[in-house]
């Protein structure tokens, strides 16, 4: 267990030694990731494994000691998350060339020894230093060497921070009231200290749950993923987006649902006033990343606010308490790992061949990468919900939670942002694939064979999956048994929901899915030929946009594609911007560091301070 580790570090260190040679560097990146793969996935069922190592000093009256532990949600997370990792690694060499490497590999190595190192950490101090390695890598990994970069990785290094801060109070309080830095005994310790200080209690757990929310940015943090994951080197953003969002997910269901699960506290409805809580936090990020990704003309930013929504079902799902609320939660997660990488992987190739990222500067992409597209398409009817592919079935179960525990304003929260993403979705399908192709993207090719292998695989496992559910949801009856709940063994096609006489066998969807593709294929060989316009033709009516100073994208289609809900909702964003809240925040504290800086360098001011200075001396002695 601890060659996970070992693996990971040493390699690190090695390719920072021979960075110049960028083939090999990733070449030994791809082995690293497909070593961790093969190895989780013998871990399987071993769940006994475990190493520790004594740190030489005690603390509560025992030698401290760093731990790891195979548990069946440690290994979920870190199997799903190092299978995408190494389909990652593998576009990440063809993508990588002389123009576009971004030298990355090495830290990106120290980044997957966090990542073990947080799904098996059996006690706080190991999940601690590997919380801020993380946090401290991906910084570097952000910047990657660019000024702009480098303001959105700031960005995320400052609310990381604040997450990493009440983590680190949190461990203090909670490891000072179980006299020990074991995880599962502080759970138990919270339960007690419910039920004697409910105050005390729900001080510690917000904590820990500030931490988790900020990092998979649900609301009120839900700003920062549309600048660190826009500005991140192209085959790294969906890492950061679909792993990297899944930590505060994993540190949620670790520490938090099983507090929240055997203490009494108030209820509201059918489950506990936190847990509606977490719930309505995870409603308004949907529905306000929804809103925000619509609006979004850089194609990064609007799948950026796409992964915050989709985080927000998660959430959504495990404050259901419920078995089939954290199956789809669970479910959802390894989806959204799925979909939004094959999701990320086709944009990557896409900027990787034109060097755009603006969408209305697109079009037409569909005549020159046809698979790209199609890998492109199959991912977003995923991540819409649509049978039979997997996103339908793991939204499925935690709408039909919801709906079981009578959650109607979350339920109809969920619905309004699924629908919703039909228009950001459609949206980037529409500007950067369909239309009219520019003239200057005549001569661009289909991505190169390493950038297709790994997406077409995505792309298949989406649809093995929603056709044959069974491939994720044992694994999460694993999961589901390790935290103390009693279920029954998943069928391999049919899913068992949380309504009566709502259980779906998706074969049958997949047979229909089959029957309207051939009936479609008919329909359009049967139509009449399409004729082909020029580009200028088109928006312009044939006179040229370069006469009037202005270029034939601002004739686009796509252009302003949403403007008029994008001036409804304004006024609502700018109230409820955390951009615009950290804004105001910074200037009151630029302004108090000027005011006092003042003091110490005008000469009134130091005579004030002075005086300031006897003043306290003589009132001290006067007490």
Not at 309 to 317: E, K, L, R
Not at 353 to 361: A, C, I, L, S, V
Not at 487 to 508: F, I, M, Q, R
Request: net charge positive; aromatic share 14%; proline share 4%.
């Amino acid at each position: 267990m601890l060659m996970l580790l070992v693996v990971p570090l040493i390699t690190a260190f090695l390719t920072m030694a021979i960075l110049k040679h960028q083939k090999t560097v990733w070449t030994i990146f791809l082995a690293v990731s497909g070593y961790l793969s093969y190895a989780l996935f013998t871990m399987y069922g071993k769940w006994d494994l475990s190493w520790s190592i004594e740190l030489g000093f005690k603390m509560f009256g025992k030698n401290v000691v760093l731990s790891l532990i195979n548990s069946p949600l440690g290994w979920f997370f870190a199997f799903f998350a190092s299978l995408t990792t190494l389909l990652i690694a593998m576009f990440s060499i063809a993508y990588n060339d002389e123009k576009h490497d971004s030298k990355t590999a090495p830290i990106w190595l120290l980044l997957i020894f966090s990542n073990i190192g947080i799904f098996f950490a059996k006690d706080w101090l190991m999940f601690f230093i590997m919380w801020e390695a993380m946090s401290t890598t991906a910084y570097f990994i952000i910047a990657h060497g660019k000024e702009i970069s480098a303001k959105a990785a700031k960005f995320y290094l400052s609310i990381s921070l604040i997450g990493t801060s009440t983590l680190l109070l949190g461990i203090i309080l909670v490891s000072r009231l179980s006299q020990t830095f074991d995880i599962g005994v502080s759970i138990d310790s919270l339960v007690k200290l419910f039920s004697t200080n409910y105050s005390a209690a729900l001080l510690y757990i917000g904590l820990f749950i500030t931490t988790f929310l900020i990092k998979s940015a649900i609301f009120p943090f839900y700003m920062w993923p549309s600048k660190a994951y826009a500005e991140s080197p192209d085959d790294f953003t969906p890492f950061l987006s679909t792993v990297m969002s899944k930590y505060g997910v994993y540190g949620l269901i670790l520490f938090i649902l099983p507090i929240l699960a055997k203490s009494d506290l108030p209820m509201f409805g059918k489950i506990s006033q936190p847990a509606y809580m977490l719930a309505v936090l995870g409603a308004i990020t949907s529905v306000l990343a929804t809103i925000l990704a619509i609006f979004q003309t850089d194609m990064k930013k609007l799948f950026a606010y796409s992964s915050v929504a989709n985080v927000g079902y998660i959430v959504m799902g495990l404050a259901t308490m419920s078995v089939v609320g954290i199956q789809g939660a669970l479910f959802h997660s390894v989806n959204h790992m799925i979909f939004k990488t094959a999701i990320f992987l086709s944009l990557a190739a896409v900027i990787y061949r034109t060097g755009e990222r603006d969408m209305h500067k697109l079009g037409g992409l569909v005549y020159k990468m046809p698979l790209t597209f199609l890998v492109y398409l199959l991912a977003i009817i995923s991540a819409a919900g649509i049978p039979p592919l997997s996103g339908f079935t793991s939204k499925w179960l935690i709408v039909q939670a919801l709906m079981a525990q009578k959650m109607l304003f979350v339920v109809v929260a969920m619905i309004f942002a699924s629908t919703g993403a039909f228009m950001y979705l459609l949206r980037c399908l529409a500007s950067v694939f369909l239309g009219q192709l520019p003239d200057k993207y005549k001569d661009i090719k289909e991505a190169p064979l390493l950038m297709a292998i790994p997406m077409t695989i995505l792309m298949l496992l989406t649809l093995a999956i929603g056709v044959i559910p069974g491939i994720i949801t044992k694994p999460i009856d694993a999961v589901l048994t390790g935290m103390g709940y009693n279920v029954e063994p998943s069928s391999w096609t049919t899913v068992h929901t949380a309504l009566a006489k709502s259980d779906l066998n998706l074969t049958y969807l997949f047979y229909v899915f089959m029957v309207a593709c051939v009936i479609s294929l008919i329909m359009y060989l049967i139509s009449g030929k399409q004729e082909k316009i020029d580009q200028i033709d088109n928006y312009t009516a044939g006179e040229n946009p370069l006469e009037w100073d202005t270029t034939p994208d601002r004739f686009n289609f796509a252009y302003g594609f949403y403007q008029p809900f994008k001036q409804m909702f304004n006024p609502m964003l700018d109230l409820i911007s955390f951009e615009r809240w950290m804004s105001s925040f910074g200037r009151i504290v630029e302004r108090a560091s000027s005011a006092l800086s003042l003091l110490y360098t005008r000469s009134e001011g130091a005579i004030l301070m002075l005086y300031i200075g006897i003043a306290i001396l003589i009132i001290g002695g006067m007490m």
